[in-house]
């Protein structure tokens, strides 16, 4: 197999220009910056030399970051994987705006959301402009293989959850899934809202248990008097 010629500077070089910018500098730069984040990005390039494609793109990775304005972080939800496919995340989790397709997870949060699962807008930027922060437990997957890269970013992961939970007591974290919920002991200044993963209502004949997460987060904003998010 031919190696392809990827300049790891260049895209470490953009990845900086693109955290500069963003209201997440301060707590982002200081990890991508080190020599942990350059073992995943060696561990990525390795395993495209190997023939192993990952989703999202990489510049890609980070947008759950970038359309979350920091100063107005209000709530974190947490999931699993990107979507495994190939050309469907666009690293926002759960979004899914790259293509028409609504994918099942998705679906299952619009439904629990709306009553019912078509006819809504895939790009779940809305959210994270109103201080959302959509991410997964591994910010890359290799095509088709769930769960293939969670130890990649298992430090990154930490590192982040640790970071907020730190910085911004009190953010709401809405864990979803098993894998999820097992951050929850790095969060002990945070309020924890938790449900089952959307993607097991596939094997609940399509019933999602919400666990009424999104009234939930909306109620303790109020409570807070802080503006509640616009889920719909």
Request: proline letters at 3%; one cysteine or more.
């Amino acid at each position: 197999m031919k190696k392809i010629e990827i300049d790891t500077d260049l895209l470490k070089s953009d990845l900086n220009d693109n955290i500069k910018n963003s209201s997440w500098s301060n707590i982002l730069l200081p990890y991508i910056n080190s020599e942990a984040f350059d073992k995943i990005i060696n561990t990525l390039v390795n395993n495209v030399n190997e023939g192993k494609r990952f989703t999202p793109k990489f510049k890609d990775i980070f947008n759950g970051f970038y359309e979350c304005p920091y100063e107005d972080l209000k709530v974190v939800i947490v999931g699993q994987d990107p979507y495994p496919q190939l050309g469907v995340a666009d690293g926002i989790a759960f979004s899914c705006s790259k293509k028409g397709k609504t994918e099942k997870s998705l679906q299952y949060i619009f439904k629990s959301l709306y009553g019912k699962h078509e006819g809504y807008n895939n790009d779940l930027r809305r959210w994270s402009n109103q201080g959302v922060l959509l991410i997964n437990t591994a910010f890359t997957c290799e095509i088709n293989k769930i769960g293939s890269h969670y130890s990649i970013w298992k430090m990154f992961t930490e590192y982040i959850f640790s970071s907020i939970n730190k910085y911004n007591p009190n953010t709401i974290f809405i864990l979803m899934g098993k894998k999820a919920e097992s951050w929850q002991t790095l969060l002990p200044n945070c309020t924890i809202l938790k449900c089952a993963h959307p993607a097991s209502a596939a094997y609940r004949g399509g019933l999602w248990d919400s666990n009424d997460v999104f009234n939930k987060a909306n109620k303790i904003l109020v409570d807070k008097s802080e503006r509640i998010i616009q889920w719909w």
